[in-house]
């Protein structure tokens, strides 16, 4: 007798997909659009910043900085973490990371100087502060963490999108990528040892940046000026 191949009809991958299914991806698309532009007009702002502050004081305000979307892999996770359900609602109430920043700068004062620059922006409203920096996390983490309200010019008329912006300083991004690393690491003998040890050595972080912010306001006689 021959093997029937008939599979369940809910599995036939030639058979239209559910309306509801094809509404929720276009949803996810119109939204996740939203975001990538948000970013981008941040993305940009920043550029302009960085390259006049050059410009005009010699000073490379910014080292580096990266972008993402978050994955809907870590949407889906974050919303189970925080105990929510998951709906496009609790992913736009609760959560505000959807588009994320980081920006790398040299010196702890070079924070500061973002953070008001950006304040200036007049189409770029600050929501939200986090200051891990003066208020580092328990286990050590430093970084400013800033959600900026970014005006999107849809075809349903102008909507607000979250974007987070997190700044820290090179020796803060180390800090945090090990840190980062050494939790989602699996099999990491001594985890919580290492991490005792991370959060004795953000201390260090905080003397290096100090230290580092010292001899830039020796090099650069504070505030920069054009003649410097
Ligand atoms: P990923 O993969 O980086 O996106 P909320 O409760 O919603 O106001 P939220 O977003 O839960 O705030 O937390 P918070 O404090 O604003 O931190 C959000 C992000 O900061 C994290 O994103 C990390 O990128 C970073 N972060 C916060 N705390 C730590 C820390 O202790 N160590 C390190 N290495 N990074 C940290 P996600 O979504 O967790 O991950």
Redesign the pocket.
Known sequence: MSKSTAQPAGDDPFLPAPPELLQAVDQLRAYSLRYEVAMKLVLDKLDYISQEYALRYGYALIDSKQSRI?SPD?IVG?LRRKKLPLTFEAVFN????IA?IRLIVRFVSDIKIVEDLLATQADIKVLKV?DYVHHP?A?G?Q?L?LILGVPVYTVDGPNIIEVEL?IRTIAMNFW?SL??ELNYKKNVPDQVTLQRSLTKKARLITKLDQEMDDIKTRMYQQPPTPES
């Open positions: 978050k870590s974050k609760n959560l505000h990371d994320g986090k996390k286990n983490y970084s963490h997190q945090a840190e980062h």
